[in-house]
């Protein structure tokens, strides 16, 4: 019985191997094309070598024109300081009374210097 399962393992395995020798070829594109057409397409190794060069790049674009610079912003001038005389003339104006930081108010106008003046 164990000489019949041998015989029968070896005659199988040279059955498989005889066989599957030949469908183990591969094919290509090739064998399936008409030979007119096989024709056309390239298949040289010089094709292969272009996509190793390196890629062709285009001149560099002008440089792009620069914005015009903005002027910048008139620096806010304070008014004219107003200069009064004395407490008469800022009545007279209708500017009293001052006070400190105001436009008009100076020292002299101020007699008990508290930031009031013309009171």
Do not use: W
Not at 27 to 49: C, H, K, N, W
Not at 56 to 70: D, G, L, S
Not at 84 to 106: D, H, I, K, S
């Amino acid at each position: 019985m164990k000489l019949r399962r041998l015989a029968f393992s070896v005659a199988g395995c040279a059955a498989i191997t005889l066989v599957a020798a030949p469908a183990a070829q591969a094919s290509t594109v090739f064998d399936f094309l008409p030979i007119e057409i096989a024709r056309m397409i390239p298949t040289g190794s010089a094709d292969a070598v272009q996509p190793f060069l390196p890629p062709v790049f285009a001149p560099p674009a002008p440089p792009a024109p620069q914005a015009p610079q903005n002027q910048p912003a008139p620096q806010n001038t304070p008014a004219p300081a107003r200069y009064y005389q004395n407490c008469t003339a800022v009545r007279n104006a209708g500017a009293a009374p001052l006070y400190r930081g105001q436009n008009g108010y100076a020292p002299h106008l101020d007699r008990d210097n508290d930031g009031i003046a013309c009171e």
